[in-house]
């Protein structure tokens, strides 16, 4: 079992940023591959990025490529998003995600869920 806790949102102008945090209980986070993703009101949770169990492999949708850097500390049993340039379409609940098998972008690959963190971005 794995518990997750996400914090870092806020409310920012855009071009700004923000960094997100997700907090792991359990002894095996370094076994798990983790994941962020976002609802925005009235739209499906979509993939936004994330890191293989090793640390080593990052994936990104297309959409954040280049402003949003994903990383993890297993010593801190933490996984982190760092969002910059954010924009006024960036503005969502933010989830982090936990699994150990299939594809790092599919909603289905990931057990454990956090609560979310709202990030708005005003204009």
């Known amino acids: 079992q794995v518990q997750l806790v996400e914090s870092g949102g806020g409310l920012v102008q855009a071009g700004g940023s923000l960094r997100l945090s997700c907090a792991a209980s359990g002894r095996t986070f370094s076994t798990y591959n983790m994941g962020w993703f976002r609802q925005a009101p009235g739209k499906d949770r979509d993939f936004v990025a994330a890191i293989a169990w090793s640390g080593t492999i990052v994936y990104y949708a297309d959409s954040v490529k280049g402003r949003f850097t994903i990383s993890r500390d297993d010593a801190k049993n933490t996984v982190y998003l760092q969002m910059s340039s954010l924009k006024p379409e960036d503005t969502a609940v933010y989830y982090c995600?936990?699994?150990?098998?299939?594809?790092?972008?599919?909603?289905?690959?990931?057990?454990?869920w956090g609560q979310g963190t709202q990030v708005t971005v005003s204009s």
């Open positions: 995600a936990a699994g150990q098998s299939g594809r790092a972008a599919w909603y289905e690959s990931y057990d454990y």
